[in-house]
């Protein structure tokens, strides 16, 4: 897998925050974003952003940098300070006493070129599943692999853990046994 794309997920998140208005809450977007990911994964044995993905409790599991981003856009301090500026001028976040309660408030339009036609598709299908469900169905949502993992805070999980098609396994397994890691042209710190 490739570095973490920051144009990219910034664009997804833009997308999805644009279109989910007034529940664009930061945590429904980070495990949105998780959900079109792990999606994006079992169709082509990649992510749309190629994030990394870890445990924010005993049971949710979201893209590290994709939640840093937003994280970084709400005033938190994360060791990602460089974030911050990148998304400084393309998301606001407003204060809440959780952040289940902030809300993303997109400032700019998505970049669709960062998006493949694909990576588009999952996004609306996201949008379509899980627009107007309740905050805890969003964040409880799961497939069984995950359900069976329970991970302290901070745990890493693999692209293995999180695909369910044998072909996007079987492809995840290849390139990590054979192809070497790109070079890294995009990541901006």
């Given at each position: 897998m490739?570095?973490?794309?920051?144009?990219?997920a910034l664009a997804?998140?833009?997308?999805l925050?644009n279109?989910?208005?007034?529940?664009?809450?930061?945590?429904?977007?980070?495990k949105?974003?998780?959900?079109a990911?792990?999606?994006?994964?079992?169709l082509?044995g990649t992510t749309i952003?190629?994030d990394?993905?870890?445990?924010i409790?005993d049971?949710?599991?979201?893209?590290?940098?994709?939640?840093?981003?937003?994280?970084?856009a709400?005033g938190?301090?994360t060791?990602?300070?460089w974030?911050k500026r990148f998304?400084?001028?393309?998301?606001?976040?407003e204060?809440?006493?959780l952040?289940s309660l902030?809300r993303?408030?997109?400032v700019?339009?998505?970049?669709l070129?960062?998006l493949s036609?694909l990576?588009?598709?999952?996004?609306?299908?996201?949008?379509?599943?899980?627009l107007g469900?309740d905050?805890?169905?969003?964040?409880?949502?799961s497939?069984?692999?995950l359900?069976?993992?329970?991970?302290?805070r901070?745990?890493?999980?693999?692209y293995?853990?999180?695909t369910?098609?044998?072909?996007?396994?079987?492809?995840?397994r290849w390139q990590?046994?054979?192809?070497p890691?790109p070079?890294d042209e995009?990541f901006?710190e």
């Amino acid at each position: 897998m490739g570095p973490f794309d920051n144009y990219k997920a910034l664009a997804a998140i833009l997308y999805l925050s644009n279109a989910l208005v007034r529940d664009a809450e930061l945590l429904r977007l980070v495990k949105l974003m998780y959900l079109a990911d792990r999606r994006y994964l079992n169709l082509r044995g990649t992510t749309i952003t190629n994030d990394f993905f870890m445990f924010i409790d005993d049971r949710n599991v979201v893209g590290a940098m994709t939640y840093d981003m937003l994280g970084e856009a709400a005033g938190m301090r994360t060791e990602h300070r460089w974030l911050k500026r990148f998304v400084k001028d393309y998301l606001r976040v407003e204060n809440g006493a959780l952040d289940s309660l902030r809300r993303v408030i997109p400032v700019r339009q998505p970049d669709l070129d960062e998006l493949s036609p694909l990576s588009l598709q999952v996004l609306d299908a996201i949008l379509s599943d899980y627009l107007g469900k309740d905050f805890e169905d969003v964040m409880n949502e799961s497939e069984e692999k995950l359900r069976q993992l329970v991970g302290a805070r901070g745990q890493l999980v693999t692209y293995e853990q999180m695909t369910e098609d044998a072909g996007a396994l079987a492809y995840l397994r290849w390139q990590r046994d054979v192809v070497p890691p790109p070079a890294d042209e995009r990541f901006h710190e």
